[in-house]
């Protein structure tokens, strides 16, 4: 006998819902709530926010504690909830228009935060509520009341986007091919951190009757056509792939910047200079530039200063400049950014 | 013990005795350093949680949704930000959650003057988003009550079960007084929601009923859902009438003035009566009719043009006189020569 006890997390009693006949967000509704029910989730330990449009009508048929947000908002807000009260499981049923277009931003922004969320989108490739629009992952030359000679622009490719920057978790399906689609619901409410499900849905009738087809059925044979399962984990999924794409944690980055290497120096073993030693390093025929302060040999060559010059206003390269310095307006600090090299001999 | 705070301190020190534990905002002047403390208390107390949002419409959904799911919650933008949080302040009302928006205007519209004090932004308090809803603003003038109206704010919030609007300019977020926060004795309201994770209700912006069912096509549940709206709302705004008035025996003229501009025209104490609303939305209609009765001339002097003097006019049924200090030019001998001319051969 079927198991139905999923229905328990359904509000039968306001059925019927408001969905077309032949709508795929039937098939969501039922196979999430399939999922959180084998995993024994309910409305103690589960909130489930939802979006704008007919997908975002799914959080008001369950029993759950559900909020209804404003347009593309819902992301924000399950961040938020998630936030606030770890404990919970947060869940986020909505559609392509709602996460790719109007929340766009939103989207980049709470998978980059990885926030512990999972998202199931309907994505039925147009704006159903509205009356059948081109939305932001309608295919390339698709009919709509917005597109009448066909979408001029590239769809959004919502898994290139979502798995450009570790951690990630991806999944793409469809409503047709159910035992997959309950394996990625599954596999996407266990994954910890931000996992979005990219469920390839139909429209019948506001897309599909405007394409030329007749029944929903027509439109998942179509979906069988354009799309085949990859078994494992494919990184990167191809558009007519339907499998799952996950990364942990991306590999340590090698830090760009330059290493400083602070070798100390023994004064036991530097060179002594007297100083008229000291005297020939003056800049002149290209040799470096020794000053002696305090007892010590430094290699100002790098000054900028004092580069290829013999002279830096009052300093003279190649003598001891303890007393220069005393009475000099900078401090002693300046010189003790220049490599050491000898001490100088009294 | 005594300390030299800015306003927007004593702001966020009130919030965290009121018992906030969410922040959720973006940078913007003058309200930064509301985002800023935020950000180090969240380090400090593991309790208190922060978001620092992608734009102002997530932090002000985030900061609704983690109303709903259990914390007190506050965010802080100027007028430009303020715009952006509109659609979730009107979903706020809708799903009832009790939250404190704070507003430090500037001079507008859009990015204005950055970052010249104004009080432009009254209007975008209740009409910013779309339908009728009816907020409760409060405007302080001074760093100590700043702090003491927040705690308000977030009472009335609470008893409202609906945003409460903090209104400040940038003046006061950057003022900085004498003020012993911690011997001030305010009163906490308890938490009035029951948080998400314990049942089964749905948080939606749309038309619902009062067990959550969506109605989108019933006028009659609509209607009642608005009048309890408004009923609530004016009777937590009866709670707190606040004002401050001066009266000055020989004069016939009554100044109207809030927020920094009231601070300014204190000098003229001696010469005029002024009349300072704290509660600026729900306007004080029963104490401005009461008052100005018994004055020749009303002048509402304040940052913008006309706004508040408009409000007033409805309220008393009479013509006032108004001195808008526009552009962020509050100057005490403009606005005292602005007087003599109004007056002239009255």
């Known amino acids: ?346 | 013990m005594k300390r030299f705070l800015s306003g927007n301190e004593a702001i966020f020190q009130g919030a965290i005795r009121a018992g906030a534990g969410y922040y959720a905002g973006y940078p913007i002047s003058p309200a930064s350093e509301i985002l800023q403390q935020a950000a180090l208390y969240s380090e400090e107390e593991p309790q208190f949680r922060f978001l620092q949002a992608e734009d102002e419409i997530a932090a002000a959904i985030a900061t609704i949704s983690a109303s709903l799911a259990g914390v007190k919650s506050f965010t802080a933008t100027s007028g430009p930000g303020f715009t952006l949080m509109q659609e979730a302040l009107g979903w706020g009302h809708v799903v009832e959650a009790p939250c404190v928006f704070v507003n430090s205007m500037r001079v507008g519209p859009s990015t204005g003057m950055p970052t010249q004090p104004a009080q432009s932004d009254l209007l975008q308090i209740k009409g910013g988003s779309a339908g009728d809803y009816y907020p409760i603003a409060f405007y302080p003038n001074s760093v100590e009550e700043s702090f003491r109206l927040t705690v308000t704010a977030f009472n009335a919030a609470e008893e409202s079960l609906s945003p409460v609007i903090l209104l400040a300019d940038a003046f006061l977020s950057h003022l900085y007084e004498m003020a012993d926060l911690g011997a001030i004795e305010v009163e906490v309201a308890p938490r009035t929601k029951e948080p998400l994770g314990r049942d089964q209700r749905l948080f939606t912006g749309t038309a619902h009923d009062k067990l959550g069912n969506v109605k989108t096509s019933d006028p009659v549940i609509y209607r009642e859902w608005l009048r309890e709206l408004r009923e609530r709302h004016l009777r937590v705004a009866d709670k707190y009438p606040l004002y401050e008035y001066f009266p000055c025996k020989s004069s016939e003229t009554l100044l109207i003035a809030f927020g920094i501009t009231s601070r300014i025209i204190s000098p003229l104490k001696e010469r005029f009566s002024i009349f300072r609303p704290i509660r600026i939305y729900p306007v004080l209609e029963r104490e401005l009719k009461e008052i100005t009765q018994s004055y020749r001339h009303i002048i509402v002097i304040e940052g913008n043009d006309g706004q508040y003097a408009s409000w007033t006019e409805c309220a008393i049924c009479r013509k006032v006189m108004r001195v808008p200090c526009l552009g962020g030019g509050f100057k005490l001998q403009w606005i005292q020569s602005q007087i003599e001319e109004r007056l002239k051969g009255r």
Not at chain 1, 175 to 186: D, G, P, Q, S, T
Request: hydrophobic letters at 35%; one cysteine or more; glycine letters at 10%.
């Open chain 1, 1 to 346: 006998m079927i198991d139905r006890s999923y229905k328990e997390l359904l509000k039968i009693r306001r059925f019927p819902h408001t969905w077309c006949p032949g709508c795929g967000i039937g098939a969501v509704l039922k196979n999430v709530a399939m999922g959180l029910h084998e995993l024994g989730w309910g409305s103690h330990n589960t909130a489930i926010v939802s979006g704008i449009g007919c997908s975002g009508r799914m959080g008001g048929y369950m029993n759950f504690d559900a909020v209804h947000t404003p347009h593309g908002r819902a992301l924000t807000a399950a961040e938020a909830i998630k936030t606030v009260r770890p404990d919970l499981n947060v869940l986020v049923l909505s559609g392509d228009g709602d996460l790719g277009a109007i929340g766009g931003n939103h989207l980049l922004h709470t998978s980059r935060r990885n926030s512990d969320i999972t998202v199931f989108c309907n994505d039925n490739e147009i704006y159903g509520l509205t009356g059948g629009q081109a939305g932001p992952t309608t295919p390339k030359g698709t009919k709509t009341i917005t597109s009448p000679r066909g979408e001029i622009f590239q769809p959004l490719r919502l898994g290139r986007i979502l798995t450009a920057q570790a951690p990630y978790f991806y999944a793409r399906t469809t409503v047709y091919h159910l035992n997959h689609f309950k394996a990625c619901i599954r596999e996407a409410l266990l994954w910890k951190g931000f996992s979005f499900v990219d469920i390839i849905s139909d429209c019948i009738e506001l897309n599909g009757r405007r394409l030329g087809f007749k029944t929903a059925h027509q439109m998942f044979k179509w979906f069988d056509e354009r799309f085949h399962i990859v078994e494992g984990v494919r990184d990167p999924l191809k558009e007519d792939e339907l499998g799952i794409t996950k990364r942990e944690v991306e590999a340590e980055e090698v830090p760009m910047g330059k290493v400083e290497v602070k070798v100390e120096v023994k004064h036991e073993d530097l060179k002594t200079f007297t100083p008229e030693e000291l005297r020939h390093f003056d800049g002149a025929d290209a040799k470096p530039i020794f000053v002696g302060y305090k007892g010590k040999v430094y290699d100002i060559s790098t000054s900028p200063l004092f580069q290829g010059e013999k002279r830096m206003r009052c300093h003279i390269a190649g003598k001891d400049l303890t007393k220069d310095i005393e009475i000099a307006p900078h401090g002693e600090d300046l010189i003790f950014k220049f490599p050491l090299v000898g001490r100088l001999k009294e």
